[in-house]
């Protein structure tokens, strides 16, 4: 794994920066483990130590978008 | 040394002599030169011995690709020595040899090879099945290459360096140095990676009558300050977000590029005829790299096999280095060329049957082939020779190509990229380009097409990737049909070709199992001798096309990579240290790592420690403890939601023991928290998850938008426990706090000045005495420490280390997150059940917790008491509970208890047994330590010491 993620902050950073908080399930996400895109909680412990949330793509690891996660959906 | 009569050797400095010794022996050498080659001149020419039949092998490809030349250097195991530069002092020795290179006692396998076929690990060695451990050693204790030496010291420091490039080009050959050059003109930086210590590639060695353009490319780049040259860097792998992973010497280089150019080159690979591993047999290029890279001529007399253009072209630069050629043999058809005048025979459909000689190569026997690949009668001949040059066409270096996701397809005679990725470009041989000007052609448009797409502006668009030409191919050509054992296609695994014939008729014929069940590809070169050969052989086998066989995937590393260079990250870990650190330092304290902090773990004599605790008073150092103030609206609504206690109804001034749990109501973490105002509280979290803690809370907080601040103080802060029954004393002498019972309870919290520093006071007792925990800005922590030591001499005050706070709380019976409990722990079966609130609405870990609770516990967490003296107790901690001959549960802590006198301990054992009374018993040491359940806490059941 050495994508990148986009951090609002910090800007495009390397993923070993970021702790991995698990995936944002809503009431309308069907499941986890699905291929295809997923919401995630992305720790940027290595920079500003802020949580944000990311949609990845988990076939190609693309990083589709990051935002902070308060302003994410639950 | 350098050999006079050959032209200056490219990478050696001769006026620089050095010497290091070869199975004890003086080995003479210049600077610049590898170890190889030296010893090669020093007349090695058997450098190891092979992996299953101990059959002796030379110098093959002189490129760093094979394992024919694997050597100890200086304790390091599995140094390819045909790469790796002499130097001054080097202690050289062989490895899988015994007792010497020159005669291998275990030869014996290479008569032995009927009995020793494919698989056969797979086959022989399962019955008996009381037989297999035995089979098992020996097979593991002949095989193998070098040896580890575990008490070796490493020498290198190898450090992780991060580098940023625009456009990284991998390989400085002549595409790759057009690649670079095109890229930086068109204002793109550049870094450039090349294995050797020059650039140049193949230009260094082998001599082409095309573009002296190319010859140029060096000195043109040193001029160009866009474009950085690291030079002896070796990429070994392509990851996702093209980062490029390489090594240096000392450094671990991690590489992120927005465009990658691919340029590793080609290589040659080795035909296919009985003994074709015979230390002589070299791969054309190897034999161009000794003479003009190193120095040293491999042979006076050479035959050269070909199966294309190239051949006639190298016997002419075996000419020139002063090498006769004995003859030209190739595989392909006559094309009719006409009027050469060479002064060498040159045979047509013809093929090397066989290599003579015992452990060098001495003749070889050549002979014409018909269209199927049969000998025609009486064309048979034997040439005598020291060498033969085995100049195959050669297969594109790609791996690291497909690594990055390109896919290639053969067109028959080499692989071509058939789909494009995304920021990543090939380049030159690796792109299976033949022909210099078509490389270097190739690696312009790579460098200019990779500086537009990061957004350099071109004079002139880039133009479109040019066709090659394909080589000249005649596959009307079948293999010969000679015989096919001791035809070596891996020769890092001993995989003939016999073996593979076999394998595929065992059903083995797709590439990747055929890899898995003959090792082929699998040794130390990774496939880069036999990759391609192996796909022949199983296209052919299986009558399927080339394209349809595949190849095997490409994983990194490409090359072999030391795991300290790999471990670089982890080796140079940070240490965090309290502000008081010096003073343990000066007062003997044998340190405990916790974490990334050094704690004391005592200062001498932990029961000593206890003693003076229970008996007077003592100071402990526990700044490490994770400190967090949590402020605002919304910061008892934030903690009523994560942890399992109540804090909306928490008075100020008040604290409580406070633990949490995750999503699935498995302990986290506990501590104590107290309220310092309506929208303020102060936590303590253990040292270990002081910033999970803090994460944790950032997390919800951000997750449910509350309104609130989670100050992290863990480093800002330190803290101390005063505790003793003299605590008090102690305290009072440097405090106006009214430390009085009545004033100041237990579980209260005081903000005040402690000797003149501005202090937050915690009455709480995890050691299970009266005892204070006193909070103050780190930098004012060694002034209050020893204030405090000063107040307490009188009172017989004693600092404390970890151990003998171990020792207290057991005695108490409180629980340490971590040591006991683990990833299932919850805390209803931990014995915590009295502090999980279950009548708040919500809190991480309720509904879980709930459905336990329904359930009813089955494991438990209980104190028990030892029915017997044993030595060091503390090893009891990790040991099984046994019933019989099943385990039941485990003990995670157990110590020899000073005040009672007694081995106490906590253990997890089946909830029905955990009554106290019980008795259950400890697998300790190959002996079962009956012990019995005991209530808790051990010391001081009613709290009257604590509290009073």
Known sequence: MSFLLTCPNCGPRDVSEFRYGGQILSSETSGSNLPGPQRERWFHRLGCRRWLAAERDVRSNEVLRTCWLEQEAP | MNDPALPPAVLTHPDQA????????????????????????????????????????????????????????????????????????????????????????????????????????????????????????????????????????????VVVEHLNASVCVIGGGPAGMAAAMEAAQAGADVILIEQQSRLGGHLLYAETDESTEARRLPDQLAEQSRVRV???????????????AAFRTDRLLKLRARQVIVCTGARQRPFLFPNNDLPGIFLADGVLRLARLYGVRAGRRAVVLTDHDGGSQLAE????????????????????????????????????????????LKKVQVARLDPAGRVEPHSEQEVACDLLCMASRPVPANELLLQGGMRFQSDGATWRPARSV???????????????????????????????????????????????????????????????RKTFVCFCEDVTVKDLGQAIAEGFDGIE????????????????????????????????????????????????????????????QPVRRTPLHHWHQEHGARWLDAGLWKRPESYGDPADEVRAVRSAVGLIDVSTLGKMEVVGPDAAELLDRVYLNRWADLKPGRARYAAL???????????????????????????????????????WKATWRLNATIVNHTSGWSAMNLAGPRARDVLARRTQIDVSAAAFPYMALREGDVAGVPCRVLRIGFVGELGYEIHCPSALAWHLWEALREAGGECGLRPFGVEAQRILRLEKGHLIVGQDTDALSNPLDAGLEWLVRFDKPTFMGREPLLRLQARGSRMRL???????????????????????????????????????????????????????????????????????????????????????
């Open chain 2, 18 to 157: 050095l010497s290091f010794t070869f199975e004890g022996r003086p080995i003479p050498a210049v600077q610049g030169q590898s170890i190889a080659a030296a010893l090669y001149a020093a007349g090695v020419r058997i450098f190891t011995r092979s992996f299953k039949y101990h059959r002796p092998r030379g110098l093959l490809c002189v490129s760093g690709d094979c394992a024919n030349c694997l050597m100890q250097v200086d304790g390091r195991p599995n140094v390819r020595s045909c790469t790796e530069p002499a130097a001054e002092g080097q202690v050289v020795a062989h490895q899988n040899a015994w007792p010497s290179l020159d005669f291998d006692a275990l030869q014996l396998f290479d008569r032995l090879d009927r009995f020793l076929p494919v698989g056969f690990y797979y086959k022989r060695f399962h019955r008996p099945r009381w037989l297999w451990p035995l089979f098992e050693h020996t097979v593991r204790h002949i095989a193998g290459l070098g040896r580890v030496d575990a008490q070796a010291v490493p020498t290198l420091d």
């Open chain 2, 230 to 244: 690291l030079l002896r860097a070796t990429a070994f792998g392509l990851y996702e977000g093209n980062l490029v």
């Open chain 2, 513 to 572: 199992t055929l890899k898995r069940y003959t090792t082929v590809n699998m040794g130390p070169c990774q496939g880069k001798m036999c990759g391609q050969t192996a796909v022949e052989i199983c296209a052919r086998a299986t009558g399927r096309e080339i394209d349809a066989v595949g190849t095997t995937t490409s994983r990194p590393p490409v090359v072999p990579v030391e795991l300290g260079t790999l471990a670089a990250d982890r080796r140079h």
């Open chain 2, 317 to 360: 630069q075996l000419g020139a280095l002063g090498i006769e050629v004995a003859a030209v043999v190739d595989t392909r058809a006559g094309l009719d060329s006409g009027g050469k005048h060479d002064p060498w025979p040159t045979w047509h459909s013809s093929m090397v049957i066989a290599a003579r000689g015992s452990r060098q």
């Open chain 2, 422 to 484: 995304a920021g990543l470009w090939a380049a030159g041989g690796a792109a299976g380009t033949v022909g210099l000007e078509a490389q270097v052609r190739e690696g312009r448009t790579c460098g200019a097409r990779a500086a537009a797409a990061v957004g350099c502006q071109l004079s002139e668009p880039a133009p479109e990737l040019p066709e090659t030409p394909v080589p000249t191919v005649r596959e009307d050509q079948a293999p010969p049909r000679v015989s096919r």
């Open chain 2, 862 to 948: 209980v104190g028990f008491e030892l029915g017997a003296q044993v030595s060091a107790p503390a090893t009891m901690e990790g040991c099984q509970v046994v019933e019989g001959k099943v385990t039941v549960g485990r003990v995670t802590s157990a110590r020899h208890c000073p005040t009672l006198g007694k081995i106490h301990g906590l253990a997890w054992i089946p909830a029905g047994r955990a009554a106290v009374g019980q008795r259950f018993f400890v697998r300790w040491r190959g002996s079962d330590v009956p012990a019995i359940v005991a209530a808790l806490p051990f010391y001081d059941p009613d709290g009257k010491r604590l509290k009073g």
């Open chain 2, 661 to 699: 749990c995750n999503e699935e109501g498995i302990l986290f973490d506990d501590g104590v928290g107290a309220r310092l105002g309506p929208d303020r509280f102060y936590l303590t979290a253990t040292t270990g998850n002081a910033d999970a803690v803090w994460q944790w809370l950032e997390l």
